[in-house]
């Protein structure tokens, strides 16, 4: 059957983790059918005959794969929804998030922040302004003022 030339194999996966059952997607007249094949068959040596066994575990992993990406997308949606937790709709959501936990930060996270600042501003066209917001990242004392110069690095120029 697989071997007629008015046959299109689209996919085939296998449909247990035994891997004793394969559903085949397959073009025939212009119609788009689905056939279910055991191992047991003929039909299945004829299936890795003409289509490879290879290319059958290939499709295996790449639907497995799009399951798994669409499974995320929806918890990721559900665990939004209740609140659990919340679309970073700004670049620097996770600066400002910071800003509301506490005011007294160590040297080391004060130094880790004003570095991440100054490279998230690296590639902007500041012009004469690049030199005055480095200076205010770097002399910044708490996280407030970084992110005041973040802010003014990405606003247009007054």
Do not use: C
């Not at 068959?41 to 290319?55: M, R, T």
């Not at 918890?75 to 600066?95: F, N, P, S, T």
Request: charged content about 35%.
């Amino acid at each position: 059957m697989f071997r007629s030339t008015d046959i299109k194999i689209l996919s085939a996966i296998f449909a247990d983790e035994q891997r004793t059952q394969v559903t085949v997607k397959y073009l025939q007249g212009g119609s788009e059918l689905t056939e279910n094949v055991l191992a047991s068959q003929k039909k299945f040596q004829e299936l890795v005959d003409v289509y490879g066994l290879d290319n059958i575990h290939e499709d295996t992993s790449n639907w497995i794969e799009e399951k798994h990406d669409q499974n995320d997308k929806f918890i990721e949606a559900i665990a939004e929804q209740r609140g659990y937790v919340k679309k970073k709709d700004h670049e620097y959501l996770d600066l400002f998030q910071i800003l509301f936990i506490k005011d007294d930060f160590s040297d080391e996270l004060m130094f880790k922040l004003k570095i991440e600042a100054l490279q998230s501003i690296q590639d902007l066209e500041l012009g004469e302004r690049k030199r005055k917001i480095h200076k205010l990242i770097r002399s910044s004392h708490r996280p407030r003022d970084i992110v005041v110069a973040l802010l003014e690095a990405t606003s247009s120029p007054s």
